[in-house]
């Protein structure tokens, strides 16, 4: 039941307790489904493809049952990634459209209960890995969740707009971890892949901020639409377009995907550039201080935003489904 605030304004201390209490009745409602919601399996499952892919790529024929507890731990590793960061960003996500839903910004699971969720996920994740696979694999496992909970949430997300430029190494770094489980080393290869994906982030999660910055300002993460306006921004995610596309490419050159590989990487770069040139000539946000957008420049960028941010998902997938069959069906 809703506290009376008329009987408690005078009473601080009886309206904090009621609002805990609220708030305790609200956390007691968490199912499992809110707990795998910690996980953000969405991001999980792309992070386990790229994490099993570079697993899949490299040189070495690993054993069946030794792989699936590397790519196990990549998944854990990635959802206590993803429930640390829902602990840590509660009050924030509450502010946001998109993302008040969650767990912990909805009061269903407490800040408490997240934090000791995702810790005891991250220290069984790198220790299986370190216990049955290799100390490397385990070391870049940790580097990455430590890299995404404390540099990327807790330094960079509220304090520079190039927050997911610097944070989204994070996200990169699953290849790297896979090929690394197989052979107990992380050569140039692997880190192309990396790169592909370094490259990916910025043009893909600003494509998302572009029609949700609203959002991120009401929160006041000055993600780049917020900090630098929409023009700059739309001029950056077409530069790391036209940078990612070529590197897509690469791969190519060291012989790790055939020509379905080449045709996904080529084209379907081709494409991506194309969408980041529509962002990029979309108006939206370009006129000077006190002036007005019209309703079919919003909508256009908008549009435009959304077509991107949507197809990057696809392309990326498809790139790294191309490596996955090849060397799944070739051996090679």
């Known amino acids: 039941m809703i506290p009376n605030t008329a009987l408690t304004e005078d009473r ?9 209490a609220v708030y305790a009745q609200k956390a007691l409602r968490a199912s499992p489904a809110d707990y795998f919601q910690l996980l953000k399996p969405r991001v999980m499952s792309l ?4 994490g099993l892919t570079g697993l899949v790529v490299a040189p ?5 049952l030794l792989a699936f507890v590397a790519v196990l731990c990549i998944a854990l590793g990635a959802g206590s990634a993803g429930a640390l960061n829902m602990a840590l960003e509660g009050t924030t996500d509450a502010l946001m459209r998109r993302t008040r839903g969650r767990p912990v910004a909805a009061g269903r699971v407490t800040k408490q209960d997240a934090m000791a969720f995702g810790g005891v996920l991250a220290f069984l994740s790198v220790s299986m890995m370190w216990l049955s696979v290799n100390d490397l694999a385990a070391g870049l496992l940790a580097l990455t969740i430590v890299y995404y909970v404390v540099l990327y949430t807790m330094i960079l997300k ?7 430029v610097i944070g989204g190494a994070a996200g990169a770094f699953p290849p790297v971890i896979g090929w690394a489980a197989a052979t107990g080393v992380a050569p140039l290869e692997a880190w192309v892949l990396f790169a592909i994906i370094f490259l990916w982030t910025p043009p893909h999660s600003w494509a998302l901020a572009l029609y949700t ?3 991120y300002a009401n929160a ?3 993600m780049m639409p917020v900090a630098k306006g929409a023009k700059s921004t739309r001029l950056q995610i077409l530069l790391y377009s036209l940078v990612m596309a070529p590197v897509a490419c690469v791969p190519i050159l060291f012989g790790m995907g055939g020509i379905s590989y080449a045709v996904v990487s080529v084209l379907g770069g081709l494409f991506f550039v194309f969408l980041a040139m529509r962002v990029f ?3 939206a946000g370009d006129h000077p201080e006190g002036g007005e957008n019209s309703l079919y420049d919003v909508k256009k960028e908008a549009v435009a935003a959304r077509n991107l941010f949507a ?14 069959l090849h060397h799944a069906f070739t051996g090679v």
């Open 220 to 222: 006041g993460i000055p």
């Open 12 to 20: 601080p201390e009886e309206a904090a307790s009621g609002a805990e």
């Open 60 to 64: 070495v024929d690993m054993h069946p």
């Open 281 to 283: 000539l979309s108006k």
């Open 158 to 164: 509220r304090r520079t707009p190039q927050n997911i």
């Open 47 to 50: 992070v386990v493809f790229t």
């Open 311 to 324: 197809y990057s998902i696809l392309y990326l997938t498809a790139l790294f489904a191309a490596l996955l």
């Open 213 to 215: 910055t609203e959002d």
